[in-house]
């Protein structure tokens, strides 16, 4: 008997270490739109999201009302300009590739009056050659560093040159014998003339990898044989710094032109000087060489990272959202007999922190949320996409993207809104429909002048052991 309870005992601490979504499941049957909806507690606009797949980009207002929809804009992601101007794709390179064809600029109509593709011509297999702009992940078009709302700092609708995440197959047998799928950010102008660039594989000697990491990103460098190209970085966020409190006092790591991104297979944030191309700030691979990385913690797989922006509550911390999950390149372990993703995490948590000495100065995770460390880590959880957004009012607008879950909590981190994506689609015709949401941003009520404000509806939810659906 003591034997078979030493057992028992084992299995459940073997399920904990796995992660606690071996023991929870979510629930088949729940409701969309907008679920929890506190007017006077939230930041009050509309909201900009992917509904992914052909059905393209959904603007909704509080209450969850879908007030216009651009079928086929794809968003990786999708960014509304003042004027009712909308960023995005209008097709993907194919299966097995993240590559957008394009970038455009839509009016309210869903007219192009923008459009970038001509970075790259691309020949695959079977295919006639084609020019793509190769955008993956992110962009940002000048005016604003960050691609959401910042009072005074509007991006240009009407001209300006746009900052844009792209991909450049190269070698490089310093890092590994196989094809690298590299991250290329460039800068083009409105007329379409690419007028800076950088490509990561050009640093690799700057992004301070142990010799153990080297060896393991050498032989499993993120390998795709579908794609025939290695993803050995996967940058998924890049923005510029713009105006801040560290460069004002002198510190050129800051410079406002610089461009922080994250490296979702190395665990990486990184800052780019834009004049010499040189990272001249970085958290991770390794969150133990130093006192201040280990009390910040490891990050795994980040998404969004970027500076609050001036004039928002934090402007000049570090906000991210980091995933959890599977990430990292290092020595082989029981999570990986490779050393391909070597650290796990199975919760998320959305943290800001002091870019100089490191210090986190909020959080939101399972444990700050109230919820029982580990035995309820599933309650805040997306292993890969999402985002954060620091809103005027100080309250913050998450992205909890693979569940489709998009809400807002106050300092305090109270839930004043909350809404669940109904937009489903099959990613692979193998498995279930899922209603991931890649990144969502919170504009305000006046970027939309062919819209009337909409009326602002509470949204109290029913308590949810007394909610019954009826027969």
Do not use: C
């Amino acid at each position: 008997m003591f034997i078979r309870l030493k057992l028992l005992f084992a299995l459940v601490i073997f399920s904990l270490a796995l992660g606690s979504e071996m023991l929870f499941a979510y629930p088949s049957v729940y409701p969309t739109g907008t679920t929890i909806y506190k007017p006077q507690k939230t930041w009050n606009g509309y909201t900009i999201l992917d509904a992914r797949g052909a059905l393209g980009a959904v603007l909704i207002d509080m209450n969850g009302n879908t007030v216009k929809q651009w079928k086929g804009l794809l968003g990786y992601p999708n960014k509304l300009l003042p004027g009712g101007y909308v960023m995005g794709n209008t097709g993907n390179r194919g299966p097995g590739h993240s590559d957008r064809i394009d970038l455009v600029q839509v009016d309210w109509d869903g007219k192009i009056v923008w459009k970038f593709n001509r970075a790259e011509e691309v020949k695959d297999p079977g295919k006639e050659a084609i020019w793509m702009a190769r955008q993956h992940h992110d962009y940002q078009r000048e005016g604003n560093p960050v691609g959401y709302y910042v009072p005074g700092m509007d991006p240009l609708f009407n001209k300006g040159n746009t900052l844009i995440l792209a991909h450049k197959n190269v070698k490089n047998p310093k890092i590994t014998d196989k094809l690298l799928l590299d991250d290329y950010i460039y800068e083009v102008n409105w007329e379409g003339k690419i007028v800076w660039e950088w490509l990561a594989s050009y640093h690799f000697d700057e992004l301070g990898f142990s010799e153990e990491a080297k060896n393991t990103l050498y032989r499993h460098p993120a390998w795709s044989a579908q794609r025939g190209s290695a993803d050995w970085l996967h940058i998924n966020s890049m923005s510029t710094l713009g105006p801040n409190k560290w460069h004002y006092a002198g510190d050129q790591r800051f410079h406002p032109d610089n461009i922080i991104w994250s490296s979702r297979h190395a665990n990486i944030i990184a800052i780019v000087d834009k004049k010499s191309g040189k990272i001249v700030w970085r958290v991770g691979p390794d969150y133990t060489a130093t006192p201040a990385l280990r009390e910040l913690r490891q990050i795994i797989g980040p998404h969004h990272p970027h500076i609050i922006p001036k004039g928002l509550p934090g402007e000049g911390n570090i906000l991210v959202f980091d995933n959890g999950a599977l990430g990292g390149y290092g020595a082989p372990n029981p999570i990986s007999a490779t050393g391909l993703f070597n650290a796990q995490r199975d919760y998320s948590r959305v943290i800001e922190f002091d870019p100089v000495t490191l210090k986190i100065v909020w959080e939101y995770s399972p444990a700050t949320a109230g919820y029982q460390p580990r035995v309820e880590n599933y309650r805040f959880y997306s292993g890969f996409i999402s985002s954060a957004q620091r809103l005027p009012n100080a309250n913050t607008l998450i992205t909890e993207g693979l569940n489709g879950r998009i809400f807002e909590v106050t300092p305090e981190r109270e839930i004043v809104w909350e809404y669940m994506s109904p937009f489903f689609h099959s990613r692979n015709p193998r498995f279930k429909p899922m209603n991931e949401v890649y990144r969502a941003y919170r504009v305000p009520y006046e970027w939309v002048p062919q819209l009337k404000k909409p009326m602002e509806r509470a949204v109290i939810p029913p308590d949810n052991s007394q909610f019954r659906i009826q027969p």
